[in-house]
T-cell receptor, first 116, second 115 residues
Framework: AQKITQTQPGMFVQEKEAVTLDCTYD???????LFWYKQPSSGEMIFLIY??????QNATEGRYSLNFQKARKSANLVISASQLGDSAMYFC?????????????FGTGTRLTIIP | EAQVTQNPRYLITVTGKKLTVTCSQN?????MSWYRQDPGLGLRQIYY???????DKGDVPEGYKVSRKEKRNFPLILESPSPNQTSLYFC??????????????FGSGTRLTVV
């Protein structure tokens, strides 16, 4: 079973609209962290937002928020008031456990295109 | 500035010619790792290191070697590159629990083409 599932290979969104990128995860570990990264065409991985499994509130960073629904094992990224510069590939990732390999398991990504 | 530095950014090489991709971090992180990114597959871990002289295989280690002789450096070695190792490679370092990023910092990536 996939540990991180991103079901939207591509999305087109009108500029200034809000957009939600879906991410579901699978783990039996009670301690885990969820990440979202942005990858523009230049290729670098840009950290957007982080949510720990024990965090009580949804994480927010400027225009980015993470809709964390623990019971449903979903961690959707919400971008408010989208901009042309938001066009990029977006990856959801998870780190499991408290010790040992700090491996990030990534989803296959969603390519977001903002239309003027 | 806290950063992970990878070199080179771009590399085209021929099958069988040994190469090394360097990675260095200035944050005194214990943990470092290498990922490769392929279309439709996301990023997958190649090798990781939990400290100096401690390395272990990730999910796709075949055809790669690593070493960790110093805390700051974690080079990726391809002894005999093959075309199926054409990929975008990322080095990352982390110190669990530090900062809002969950402690992870990625390098800028190395785009490798093996012909």
């Amino acid at each position: 079973a996939q540990k991180i599932t991103q079901t939207q290979p591509g999305m087109f969104v009108q500029e200034k609209e809000a957009v939600t990128l879906d991410c579901t995860y699978d783990t039996s570990d009670p301690s885990y962290g969820l990440f979202w990264y942005k990858q523009p065409s230049s290729g670098e991985m840009i950290f957007l937002i982080y949510q720990g499994s024990y965090d009580q509130q949804n994480a927010t960073e400027g225009r980015y928020s993470l809709n964390f629904q623990k019971a449903r094992k979903s961690a959707n990224l919400v971008i408010s008031a989208s901009q042309l510069g938001d066009s990029a590939m977006y990856f959801c990732a998870m780190r499991e456990g408290d010790f040992g390999n700090e491996k990030l398991t990534f989803g296959t990504g969603t390519r977001l295109t903002i239309i003027p | 500035e806290a950063q992970v530095t990878q070199n080179p950014r771009y590399l085209i090489t021929v099958t069988g010619k040994k190469l090394t991709v360097t990675c260095s971090q200035n944050m005194n992180h214990e943990y470092m790792s290498w990922y490769r990114q392929d279309p439709g597959l996301g990023l997958r871990q190649i090798y990781y290191s939990m400290n100096v002289e401690v390395t272990d295989k990730g999910d796709v280690p075949e055809g790669y070697k690593v070493s960790r002789k110093e805390k700051r450096n974690f080079p990726l070695i391809l002894e005999s590159p093959s075309p199926n190792q054409t990929s975008l490679y990322f080095c990352a370092s982390s110190s669990r629990g530090t900062g809002g990023s969950g402690g992870y910092t990625f390098g800028s990536g190395t785009r490798l083409t093996v012909v």
